[in-house]
């Protein structure tokens, strides 16, 4: 996508009207002998690189192109006028610094790192979670620790199977933010610290098939299902665990049953399959 457009008659009409239509337009009106125009160029060009095209720079060299700057009624070098959907939204005459300018497209313009972001997510959905890694670290520390981040984040490192870093970050989240979302990651991040304390699933599997009765193994079963993301055989067995012995592991079954289904979310079809055969269990 193109950053930086040096304006003519030609292409004004499509560059600084319609392209406005699709994104931020910004307008630098300059000329060669205005100084105050030559240390404001930089500033726009090295933001408009950052942004990677969220916005258009238009240049318009003033002399040359007199016609353009009439009909925006430009009076003084340098001006910056922003248009948005084919309309003026706001600007500024004079030389700025460069947190002025970045203060100003901050609240027309999406912030920078959520195009790394959504390129995160999109590796997520892949299950490339080591190729999304870098990436949400940068975003985390380029929206200041957004607790929202922060587990996106911590949920990466679950998958990754970096318990003890997931667990670090989850902590340094305020209690004033941890919300629906925070207590889905850590139902997550406490089935895998469980998770990671038994044997191989293939493992657990071969020795429950040969003792069926044996509620702890049932247990550990259950646990490694989940990690392995086999969740309804999880959950099974932790159904059949209650059904046995309510109260077994001083509540830790139903515990790790309540934590699948956090961890699953709400509006999960298996979660609110198992929630209501919970309840029909317990009431």
Known sequence: MQKIAEITLDNAQSLLIDESFNRLVVVDFWADWCAPCKALMPILEKLANEYQGAFLLAKVNADEQNMISGQFGVRSLPTVILIKDGQPIDGFAGAKSEVEVRELLQKYLPKAWEATLQEAEALISANDYQGAL????????????????????????????????????????????????????????????????????????QAYAADPANLSLAYQLALQCHQESEHRQALSLLLDILKKERNFSEGGAKKSYMDILAALGKADPLAIEFQRKLFTLLY
């Open 134 to 205: 870098p990436l949400l670290r940068k975003v985390y520390e380029e929206s200041s620790h957004m607790a929202g981040i922060a587990c996106l984040l911590a949920q990466t490192l679950i998958e990754l199977k970096r318990i003890d870093e997931a667990k670090a970050l989850l902590d340094t989240i305020k209690f004033a933010e941890r919300d629906a979302l925070y207590e889905q990651v850590l139902a997550q991040l406490d089935l895998a610290q469980q998770a990671q304390k038994t044997p191989e699933l293939a493992a657990l599997e």
